[in-house]
């Protein structure tokens, strides 16, 4: 896709996701971007990485081609009640909400084309892991994939993969974070600087997830019962790892962060077709 000058982007919900597809459309793009908030706050923030911050959601809407949604789902009526049904007329709508599905995204926006997507907090380093509802192959979601990549990896899946994919690859980066931390306290109780003990914990981190994405290895396990020398360090380690029932614990995980993500989906789809029934 070739950007030109005159092609803008709304980003509506300078929060978290918000400010991370701010930065990184504008690094990588010569998008204009209207970065929409409530708070003062909220809005210096996203003027700071230089985009046109503004509370006005209708005129964000109105002079852009491509608009983000990047509200809590539980602030998505309300986003709706300020912008006239008119401005998202023929609008590309990327919406970022958790659990919204895409037959309440077209009741509540008619007239645009919407896509319902889910990236995580990596996008604020061009590395999200995107997953976008099928949605039909043509040149508009072309440009919808176009657009994602600014922010990392994009993979077209079935919408039912969505609340699974938000706690998995959503939540994703949390889960992690938590296992970093917890594997470099590990060294730190044995004795090594926290400082040092987080940068190997990182390194082995991105060396592995590169082991395991090439041709070596077909599988995680694979790689295990390489590193694993018989009556060695790493088997103790597993042993322990085993006997607290630590990948199941792990699984248990991922499966109740997607439940819950269908349970707020069910929760908020109602709320939000009864303020259309309203409309
Ligand atoms: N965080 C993640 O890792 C992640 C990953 C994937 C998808 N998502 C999805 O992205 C959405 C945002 O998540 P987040 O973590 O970025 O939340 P967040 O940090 O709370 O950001 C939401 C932003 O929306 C703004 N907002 C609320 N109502 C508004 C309105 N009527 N007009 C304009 N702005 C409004 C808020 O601005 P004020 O503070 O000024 O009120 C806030 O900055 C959610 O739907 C979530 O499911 C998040």
Do not use: C
């Not at 006005?56 to 002079?63: K, S, T």
């Not at 491509?66 to 008119?86: C, G, R, T």
């Not at 084309?113 to 990236?119: D, I, N, S, T």
């Not at 899946?157 to 594997?183: N, Q």
């Amino acid at each position: 896709m070739t950007y030109n000058h005159h092609s803008t982007v709304a980003v509506l919900g300078s929060g978290k996701i918000g400010l991370a597809f701010v930065k990184q459309i504008l690094q990588k793009t010569s998008y204009r971007v209207y970065a929409t908030g409530r708070r003062s706050e909220t809005l210096k923030a996203a003027e700071s990485l230089g985009a046109l911050a503004l509370r006005d959601n209708n005129l964000a809407v109105r002079e852009s081609g491509i608009v983000v949604i990047a509200v809590k789902p539980f602030h998505f009526p309300q986003l709706l009640s300020e912008v006239e049904p008119e401005s998202w007329k023929g609008k590309i709508v990327v919406s970022l909400m958790a659990g919204v599905k895409l037959d309440t995204l077209r009741a509540a926006i008619p007239g645009a084309r919407v896509f319902r997507a889910m990236p995580n907090l990596n996008s604020y380093v061009g590395f999200s892991s995107t997953a976008v509802a099928e949605n039909g192959y043509d040149d508009t979601s072309r440009t919808v994939e176009e657009f994602l990549k600014i922010f990392g990896k994009v993979y077209w899946v079935p919408e039912e993969y969505l609340d699974i994919w938000t706690g998995l690859a959503g939540s994703g980066p949390a889960f992690i974070a938590e296992i970093i931390d917890a594997m470099a306290m590990g060294a730190v109780a044995a004795g090594m600087p926290r400082e040092l003990s987080y940068e190997a914990v990182l390194d082995v981190l991105e060396g592995t997830a590169r082991l395991l994405r090439s041709r070596l290895y077909q599988h995680p396990g694979q790689l295990r019962d390489d590193v694993t020398t018989p009556a060695g360090t790493t088997i103790k380690g597993l042993m322990v790892l085993e006997s607290g029932g630590v990948k199941a614990v792990l699984m248990k995980m991922v499966e109740e962060a997607s439940r819950r993500s269908r349970e707020i989906g069910e929760e908020i789809n109602l709320k939000i077709l009864e303020k259309i029934r309203q409309r």
